[in-house]
Structures are given as C-alpha cells and as structure tokens.
C-alpha cells in the first residue's frame, strides 16, 4: 500500500490546497502557537504540509476511535484521545496561518481530500476483521505518520511548525511501540510497512 505521502504527490500538493478552500497520551505535550493571534503568511509547501497533517491526524482518530468501539481495546481509546489534541495542535497551525481548516464539520470517516478519504476507506475495512487486522492497521498508521512528519521537518525551520511537527513525531513512535507490543503481547509478529529496517528497530529500543 502506498503511504499517504505518495498518495498525496500523485494527487500534487498545490490541487490538494486548493480542494480544501471551502500509547499513551500522556507523552503528547500542548503546544502553544506563537503570533496565533496575528495572520501568518505561508510559503505554499508549508500550508500544503499543515493541511495534510490536519487531514492525517483526524484519518487517525477517526480510525482508532471507531476500532475503540469495535473492539474494546484500550490501546485505542487511549490513542484515540492523543490524536485528539494531535488534531488540535495542527489546527492551531491553520489558524496562525489564516488557513482554511479541511476537517471542518466533517464527521468521523469523511475527509476532504480524495487521496486521504480512499485510504481511510481502505483502512476501515481491513480494520474490520479482526483486533489483531486493526493493531496492524494501527501500526501501519503510525509508520506512516513518522515518513510524513520527519519529511515536513525537513521541509521548514519555521519554529512554531518545528515545535509542533517533532511534538507529533514523539508521539507517532510511541504509538507505533504501542500498537506492536499489543500484536507480540497476541504472539503475533510485525514487520514495517513503510519504515526500513534500521529506523524501525531504532523506534522500538526507544532511540
């Protein structure tokens, strides 16, 4: 399956933009927005970045949330409310920035960009057969979180994103040791998806 960044680029950030005009929680820090009162201007990458991670964070929840009510599994409850202010971190962003939000009065599994809606769909349904089919979904998730979120960093030195986007990445890996301690705590082993080798044995030790 391809990552949501690849996805995204086929897509092309600039059409992606321009279609959204109209663990343990515990880790996740609040994040204050510096000048959130004032309008930012925002260079195009970085607008394109922030509105893709709103749509990433809520496709989280979203997700999460419901294998919650599925399944019962605490791991997701918990997660569930980390991605919550995951969410309400990026949209402090969008606002700074005088953005227009993509998740705005959208309900749980609808999202505006077709990319981001295609691959929760495809989520969703695998996530339905069975815990141990969503604690991978979990997994796979997160790995690609952390692509996304280590690309955006890479892609800006405005302060208030670099706070933030490494705020979501602490929390991304932890959640991905959460979802594949579950899976072992079931005997049932986990190979990355996205991630090579190296950087996932790294997360996992906690480096």
């Known amino acids: 399956m391809k990552t949501l960044r690849t ?3 086929l897509l092309g950030l600039a059409a992606l933009a321009t279609s959204v005009a109209g663990c343990d929680p515990d880790l996740v820090g609040e994040w204050v927005v510096e000048g959130a009162g004032e309008a930012q201007v925002a260079p195009p990458v970085e607008a394109d970045g922030v509105t893709l991670m709103r749509e990433e964070e809520k496709l989280a929840r979203d997700l999460y949330q419901a294998n919650f009510e599925r399944y019962g599994v605490q791991v997701f409850g918990n997660i569930t409310a980390s991605e919550q202010r995951h969410m309400d ?3 402090g962003l969008l606002q700074a920035r ?3 939000d993509p998740a705005a009065g959208q309900p749980r ?3 505006t960009a077709a990319a981001v809606q295609d691959l929760y769909d495809a989520l969703a349904a695998r996530s339905a057969g069975s815990v141990e089919d969503a604690l991978r979904v979990g997994a796979e998730v997160e790995e ?3 692509l996304d979120l280590q690309r955006l960093l890479d892609e800006t030195d405005a302060a208030d994103l670099l706070d933030v986007y490494g705020g979501l ?3 991304s890996q932890n959640h991905l040791r959460a979802f594949v301690g579950q899976l072992e705590r079931r005997g049932v082993p986990y ?10 044995a790294a997360i996992l030790a906690g480096r």
């Open 109 to 111: 599994g609808v999202f």
């Open 191 to 200: 190979q990355p998806q996205h991630l090579d080798a190296a950087t996932f």
């Open 169 to 171: 990445l602490d929390g």
């Open 144 to 146: 690609i979180d952390i």
């Open 98 to 100: 005088g953005l227009p």
């Open 89 to 91: 971190a990026v949209l």
């Open 7 to 9: 996805l995204i680029a």
